[in-house]
Nanobody
Framework: QVQLVESGGGLVQAGGSLRLSCAAS????????MGWYRQAPGKQRDLVAR???????DYADSVKGRFTISRDNAKNTVYLEMNSLKPEDTAVYYC?????????WGQGTQVTVSS
C-alpha cells in the first residue's frame, strides 16, 4: 500500500506564496506519475499540475505561470510551489500517485487565500 502525506497548506493573503509537499511511503514513487489536484466546496476535484516519472510537466490553464510542480526522487517527495495566489485558489489540495493503472491519494491539505 502506498501512503501519501501532504503538508504545507495554510492561510495566506492574495498575492502570497505557499509550497506544498507530498511524501510517498514507497520507492514506487520513482516510477509513478505524480499530480496535485484540488477541490473547492461544492465543486469537483480538478487537476492542478502533474509530473511524469521522466519529469515532464502539465498544468491547468488557471495556474500556468504561477504554480510549479517538481519532484525529488531521492526523497520520494513531490512539491507544488504556488505563487501569486488568488482567492479562487482556495481549496483542499490532494496529492496523487498514478502507476500501473492504479491511483493513490493523500488525505488533502487546506489552502485558503484571503482577499
Amino acid at each position: 500500500q502506498v501512503q501519501l502525506v501532504e503538508s504545507g497548506g495554510g492561510l495566506v493573503q492574495a498575492g502570497g506564496s505557499l509550497r506544498l509537499s507530498c511524501a510517498a511511503s514507497r520507492s514506487i514513487f520513482r516510477v509513478s506519475d505524480m499530480g496535485w489536484y484540488r477541490q473547492a466546496p461544492g465543486k469537483q476535484r480538478d487537476l492542478v499540475a502533474r509530473i511524469t516519472s521522466s519529469g515532464s510537466t502539465d498544468y491547468a490553464d488557471s495556474v500556468k505561470g504561477r504554480f510549479t510542480i517538481s519532484r525529488d526522487n531521492a526523497k520520494n517527495t513531490v512539491y507544488l510551489e504556488m505563487n501569486s495566489l488568488k482567492p479562487e485558489d482556495t481549496a483542499v489540495y490532494y496529492c496523487n500517485a498514478h502507476w500501473a493503472m492504479r491511483d493513490w491519494w493523500g488525505q488533502g491539505t487546506q489552502v485558503t487565500v484571503s482577499s
